[in-house]
């Protein structure tokens, strides 16, 4: 199975900074990569496909980038509405796996 | 409106059995790959089952191989999840997931969750 590690495990970060989390696979999967949060009770929402494509309807303050096992989510200016939970996931190969998850929360 | 909405969990004896169903509306379900993907308490998201557009290949992870079984009626536009034998570290939040869309034999490259139920709720406890 690839393994999926992000970094950190948890963020504390203030309104209208920029956030970063890096995701790393254990092997090259290409661009075959996407990232989500998931905000309490509520069920994950795709933020970014294929690393770098940003999903319809989804503030253009989110992007990603990278390529091959090393990938990175940012937010460029941090709302409060984006406390959550941030998750990467490849879907190079089977199984589909996810990192262990990105804490955001609010300094 | 795109949505999916998750049924039959609940509270099964260690052993037991469930089946959970998603029902699909406001897009053509028959073109999409769909999926489970569930979530232990306070823990991550773990992919579960795949099934692609025509139920004719399925996918499960190793944990779920030989005791769950994904299905589909794209006449009904529902996915189903048999889950048998199960455990108490099957406990979990389930969610049914949209894939990636298929045409015939063509499919799109993206293969994304882009759309999730709600999620619904099977414990395993005696």
């Known amino acids: 199975d690839i393994q999926m590690t992000q970094s950190p495990s948890s963020l504390s970060a203030s309104v209208g900074d920029r956030v970063t989390i890096t995701c790393q696979a254990s092997?090259?999967?290409?661009?075959?990569l996407n990232w989500y949060h998931q905000k309490p009770g509520k069920a994950p929402k795709l933020l970014i496909y294929d690393a770098s494509n940003l999903e319809t309807g989804v503030p253009s303050r989110f992007s990603g980038s990278g390529s091959g096992t090393d990938f990175t989510f940012t937010i460029s200016s941090l709302q409060p509405e984006d406390i959550a939970i941030y998750y990467c996931?490849?879907?190079?190969?089977?199984?589909?796996?996810f990192g262990q998850g990105t804490k955001l929360v609010i300094k | 409106e795109v949505q999916l909405v998750e049924s039959g969990g609940g509270l099964v004896p260690p052993g037991g059995s469930l089946r959970l169903s998603c029902a699909a509306s406001?897009?053509?379900?028959?073109?999409?790959?769909m999926h489970w993907v569930r979530q232990a308490p306070g823990k991550g998201l773990v992919w579960v089952s795949r099934i692609y557009t025509d139920g004719s290949r399925t996918n499960h992870a190793d944990s779920v191989r030989g005791r769950f079984t994904i299905s589909r009626d794209n006449a009904k536009n529902t996915l189903y999840l048999q889950m048998n034998s199960l455990r108490a570290d099957d406990t979990a939040v389930y969610y049914c997931?949209?894939?990636?869309?298929?045409?015939?034999?063509?499919?799109?490259?993206?293969?994304?969750?882009?759309?999730w139920g709600q999620g619904t709720v099977v414990t395993v406890s005696s």
């Open positions: 406001g897009f053509t379900f028959s073109t999409y790959w």
């Open positions: 997931a949209r894939g990636r869309n298929c045409s015939g034999a063509s499919c799109i490259y993206r293969d994304a969750f882009d759309i």
């Open positions: 996931q490849q879907y190079d190969s089977l199984p589909y796996t």
């Open positions: 092997q090259d999967i290409i661009n075959s």
